[in-house]
């Protein structure tokens, strides 16, 4: 791994972001493989979800590059920019959408994680969101999947106890819904995935 301070951080907005769709659909294709999202992707697929943050003029992709490489990455946008299945649920549970930035994903590679880039996602994405002054809550959400799921590796840790410390909390009724094929299976199934929220100031 490279040392942190040889790391290339690099920021991206709205249709800024095209360029760089491809790496950043690689890398969620490579994370997501990963239990909880077991994710059996498809660039194509990829590209079209990505398209949403490229028409968004406020959105942001963060970056992190090892000599050239993009080996991390998170992404945001208003929430009135997203798609209906996570703005939808969201809005019948009474917040202003309007009001609301919607943190998409945090992706790294195996080798780069544990040095701290979690913070520094969020730190930035909050940041952006305080920067454009029109937005009362940042929310997320995570895909739920039971304790004894038969793919979940001994040594798999959840992230609620750092989700906590930065201080989101967990939404039990406030859930979207939402289909991909996880791999091993024919076809895309439904999951559910709870909102995690956060008071932006």
């Not at 040392?3 to 709205?14: I, M, N, S, V």
């Not at 996570?86 to 992706?107: I, K, T, W």
């Not at 930065?166 to 199934?189: F, H, M, S, V």
Request: some cysteine; glycine content about 8%; hydrophobic content about 40%.
């Amino acid at each position: 791994m490279t040392a942190k301070d040889e790391l290339q951080f690099e920021r991206r907005h709205g249709a800024a972001i095209r360029p760089v769709v491809d790496a950043l659909a690689r890398l969620r294709i490579d994370v997501f493989q990963d239990f909880p999202y077991l994710y059996d992707g498809d660039l194509s697929y990829e590209r079209a979800y990505l398209q949403t943050y490229v028409e968004a003029p406020d959105s942001l992709a963060f970056m992190v590059r090892d000599a050239g490489e993009v080996v991390g990455a998170t992404t945001a946008l208003p929430l009135a920019d997203e798609e209906p299945a996570f703005r939808q649920p969201v809005a019948d549970a009474g917040f202003d959408v309007n009001r609301v930035f919607y943190f998409g994903e945090s992706l790294l590679l195996g080798d780069y994680r544990g040095g701290g880039l979690g913070h520094r996602f969020f730190d930035e994405r909050e940041a952006w969101a305080r920067s454009l002054g029109r937005f009362d809550y940042c929310l997320f959400c995570a895909v739920d999947r039971p304790p004894d799921h038969p793919l979940r590796p001994a040594d798999y840790r959840p992230l609620d106890s750092f989700w906590q410390g930065r201080g989101y909390r967990p939404q039990p009724a406030l859930r979207a819904r939402y289909r991909w094929q996880d791999i091993g299976q024919a076809q895309e199934t439904e999951k559910t995935l709870t909102f995690w929220v956060r008071p932006l100031a």
